[in-house]
């Protein structure tokens, strides 16, 4: 018998974006969602531009910023850019949302201490999302 999850695991995800190139101030990838989507009881809309994960590049193979945790990365950074919810309970979706895609517990749970650790701030909650501008 299959529970939820592992169909989750094995049922690939599309996420409706497109890559529009590097961001100018991080040299990150940056993606624009070419319609609403919706995830984890959110709708992301179309035309957010996102970075995916923001992580360290020394860290992506403990944490891949596009990999398999990106649905979570994107609602993270829609919840951060939209203030729909308080930065902890932002914070708290996005670990949930990393344990119902299967990323494991202690991976899930850095990545939770960082944003707690780094999400603040004129960088991440209180600076706007980034744009299609920012791209080169």
Known sequence: MH?????LRKTPMIIP????????????GLWIFTEDWTYGGFTVKKGFVTDGGSIPRPLWFFLNPTGQGMAAYVIHDWLYTTHELSRLESDKVLYDLLIKLDIGWFP????????????????????????????M
């Not at 529970?3 to 169909?7: A, D, R, Y």
């Not at 974006?17 to 990150?28: L, M, P």
């Open 17 to 28: 974006i497109d890559y529009i190139g590097i961001q100018k101030s991080s040299g990150r």
């Open 3 to 7: 529970n939820e999850l592992t169909l």
């Open 108 to 135: 899930s749970l850095s990545a939770f201490w960082a944003v707690r650790a780094f999400g603040g701030g004129k960088r991440s909650w209180d600076a706007p999302g980034p744009t299609e501008n920012d791209a």
